[in-house]
Structure formats: C-alpha cells, structure tokens
C-alpha cells in the first residue's frame, strides 16, 4: 500500500460563464506599455484596479468563493481578499521564466482569450522537490505521473482557471505560434 507522505494540491475551475469577450476586451487595453518581472518579452499590465474595474468583478467574486472553498478542503484558515491581478500577453516567441509568488499564500491564473493551441505556450509546475530530486530520480520514470514527476504540463483552455499555494515554482513555455498570442489574468491571494 502507498501512503502520501505530502501532496501539492493545485484546484481546477471552469470559468467559461464569464463575459469572456468583455474580460479579454478589457486586459488588451491595459498590455501596454509593458513591465519586466517574469516575463521574457510579453506585455505585463500594471496591477488592475479592482475596486475601480467592473468588468472584473463576477470574477473576482468567482475566484474568492472557489479559494475559500480550497482553503475549506485544505484545512488552513481561509483567505480574505485579492490581493493584486494583473495579465500578460505573451506573443510569438515570449515565455515566462521559472517563479514563484512570495508573500501570498495561494495564487492563480485564469484564461478568458479565445484559442489556446498547444504551441502557444503551456503552464509548467515544477515538483516542489525538483532540486533533490534531480540528483537520482529523473530519467528513471517508465510512465510519469505524481510520485515521480519532476514538472507537470498543462495546456490552458478558454475559461479555465487555477488555483495553487503561491510556494509552487512554475514558468510559462514559449509561444511558437505565430498567429496567436496567449493571454492570461495572474493574481494573488491572501
Ligand atoms: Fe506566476
């Protein structure tokens, strides 16, 4: 019999009842001029106003149900508010270097655009034992999965969004698709 010593928990939401097209309208707006943080190339908005914003709120309120629920299924002491958003736009050749998102408890990304071809870029976990584990473990794997992976890849789709404890490191893949640019809304949760 196998016991979870530990497990990293990330929560899958489907998001696809939002006004989609109004979200989207909206980050475009804001992708310019661009900042630098994780990005490599991309257009990274300023942080949203989120008292200001409407057109953000049936999200907001979304996504704050959903992490309290998490926060209920994890059994710690439940989140409070959003503490910033902001999205990028990453175009052909763009990707986001390997982070984290310190000083928040649990983060997350949400996917309104149109068209997430498996080119344009996926999200990649890392294990949050990836250092050691790179010593011994890589390349012994006959199938992958979550005692023996190192990184997990995921393939956004229009509406979804994920929650995760904001101590997991993750990077954006390159966006090799030339004729679409991948957007994404990121924030923080405490
Ligand atoms: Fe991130």
């Given at each position: 019999m196998i016991h979870n010593l530990f497990s990293t928990p990330i929560k899958h939401l489907n998001?696809?009842?939002?006004d989609l097209k109004s979200i989207t309208k909206y980050c475009l707006s804001k992708t310019e001029p661009s900042l630098a943080y994780s990005n490599e190339g991309g257009h990274h908005s300023n942080f949203f106003d989120l008292n200001f914003d409407e057109v953000l709120h049936p999200l907001c309120n979304d996504i704050l149900k959903a992490s309290k629920e998490f926060c209920d299924e994890l059994e710690v002491e439940s989140v409070t508010r959003i503490k910033n958003m902001w999205c990028i736009l990453n175009k052909f050749g763009h990707y986001n270097r390997d982070h984290t998102h310190p000083h928040s408890f649990l983060s997350g990304v949400f996917y309104p655009g149109e068209n997430y071809p498996k080119d344009s870029g996926d999200l990649t976990f890392r294990n949050p034992s990836h250092m050691v584990m790179s010593y011994d473990w890589d390349e012994k794997q006959k199938n992958f999965n979550q005692y023996n992976s190192l990184k997990m890849n995921i393939q956004p789709q229009t509406g979804m969004c994920l929650l995760f404890p904001s101590f997991i490191s993750h990077y954006v893949n390159v966006?090799?698709?030339?004729?679409i640019d991948r957007l994404a809304i990121s924030f923080n949760i405490e």
């Open positions: 998001f696809k009842h939002l966006n090799k698709n030339k004729d």
